[in-house]
């Protein structure tokens, strides 16, 4: 079974300065999606950026990239210019490729409170 | 705002009743996706419908049942609940199968007294 940790249960930063959460998983598969969600105390999900394991380009959204490491297993999420607005929780989650007969189903880590201090 | 609805948002109820969670996900979507997110079991996967049809089963209690309509909205239903049911539903949707974004409603809060 697949497995997703987020060892850092909390992190601050600074306002405009850069953090990096950190996210390692475990699999067999080959091919599979790996996506940071981020959880404001509104406590919607939000989608933040998605990435799939068969692109070696890592994928950016805005001040958001992450750092995509498929041999190591790693998937860290660095948010730039960090602004006040980003303080949540985020949640690193995985999901298979395979659709045929199997679950599709997110497998989440545990989360990492983010902290912006102005 | 995802386009996922979920009601009620809040729900106070007493140990060993029932309740109903609605879902309807975004237009077109045809698979929907339940969570439950406790204190302290996290996120876990509950169950997928795709189009109608159960398509997979997670960590569902056999208290809980799920159905997909027609129309494509879901329901969840908790029975005989407890203590420990108490925690945030969510449900999400995707177009379909195969590498969609999962897109999740605002929740709905449910408290067992």
């Known amino acids: 079974a697949q497995t997703v940790t987020q060892s850092q249960p909390e992190m601050s930063v600074q306002e405009a300065e850069t953090v990096t959460l950190s996210c390692t998983y475990d699999t067999s598969e080959s091919d599979y999606y790996l996506f940071w969600y981020k959880q404001p105390p509104s406590r919607q999900m939000i989608l933040v950026i998605r990435q799939e394991a068969y692109k070696q380009q890592n994928a950016t959204e805005n001040r958001f990239s992450v750092n995509f490491q498929k041999a190591a297993k790693s998937f860290s999420l660095k948010i730039s210019d960090s602004q006040l607005g980003d303080a949540a929780m985020y949640f690193c989650?995985?999901?298979?490729?395979?659709?045929?007969?199997?679950?599709?189903?997110?497998?989440f880590g545990k989360g990492t409170k983010l902290t912006v201090n102005p | 705002d995802s386009g996922v609805t979920q009601t009620p948002k809040h729900l106070i109820t007493a140990t060993g009743q029932r309740v109903t969670l609605r879902c309807s996900p975004r237009?077109?979507?045809?698979?929907v996706y339940w969570y439950q997110q406790s204190l302290d079991q996290g996120l876990q996967f509950l169950i997928q419908?795709?189009?109608?049809?159960?398509?997979a089963k997670g960590n569902i209690l056999e208290r809980f049942s799920a159905q997909q309509f027609p129309d494509l909205h879901s329901e969840l239903n908790l029975s005989s609940l407890e203590l420990g049911d108490s925690a945030l539903y969510f449900c999400a949707s995707s177009a379909g199968t195969g590498g969609q974004t999962q897109y999740f409603g605002p929740g709905t809060r449910l408290l067992v007294l």
């Open positions: 237009s077109g979507d045809l698979s």
């Open positions: 419908y795709y189009n109608g049809e159960e398509r």
């Open positions: 989650a995985y999901r298979t490729a395979e659709t045929q007969g199997g679950s599709e189903k997110l497998v």
